[in-house]
C-alpha cells in the first residue's frame, strides 16, 4: 500500500540492568545513529505501585511540552513532574541530549 505513518511510537523492553545494562547498551549501540527520531525516553523500574507521577529531565521547551501531557493523567491523580529523572537504561540517551 505504500503507507507511512505519521508517528512512531517504540516501546522497548529488555533484561540485563543488573548485569552491568548491557540490554540498554546493546539497544543504544544499536540505534545511537538515529537520536534525531528519539524524542523523549523513558524507563520504569519501580514495581508495582501506584503511580503519582514522572520525573523529567531536558530543557525548558521539552519540559513545557510533558508537564501539558501529563494533564492527561489527571483521571488517576498522577500528575507530579518531578526534576532530574534518571535511569540505568535510559542513561546514555539523555547523556546525548534526549529528554528523559
Known sequence: LGLRPKRTLRLVLWTGEEQ???GAKQ?????KENISNFDIVMESDEGTFKPS???FTGNAKARD???ESMTLLHPINATNVYDNADGTDIYF??????PG
Not at 539497544?27 to 540505534?31: A, I, M, P, S
Not at 540517551?93 to 534526549?98: I, P, T
Open 20 to 22: 552491568g545494562g548491557i
Open 53 to 55: 507521577g514522572l520525573g
Open 93 to 98: 540517551w539523555m547523556r546525548d541530549g534526549v
Open 65 to 67: 511540552i510533558f508537564c
Open 27 to 31: 539497544y543504544y549501540q544499536l540505534h
